[in-house]
């Protein structure tokens, strides 16, 4: 049974920073691809970052340099850190799996975790 695990959200002023963390059981995250998404209510569900099989990430490019995401393959863990965080970052947050990453934006990752909230006031 495959599990993701999000953590790490909070409330932070404009300007602050987060780690979102996100541990995996039952599927490593690595040769796999692992993914944050975000959504906000009443909005669709957003691609944010993707990191590869072989540890390549991909950064949506509206938070690219302030975004980054990696992973420890020996925690089986992966991890998003946001710097620089705007009133528009506030959304939940979702760790997805799949075996591959696919093109940008899809939204049929058979894995999801349960999210954590980021909120970012002005």
Known sequence: QVQLVESGGGSVQAGGSLRLSCV??????????????RQEPGQEREWVAYIGGGGDTDIRPSVEGRFTASRDVDRNMV????????????????CAADRFCGRWGRLDFPYWGQGTQVTVSS
């Open 79 to 94: 991890f998003l850190q946001m710097n620089s965080l705007k009133p528009e970052d506030t959304a939940m947050y979702y």
């Open 24 to 37: 995996a059981s039952g599927i490593t995250v690595s040769p796999n691809c692992m993914a944050w998404y």
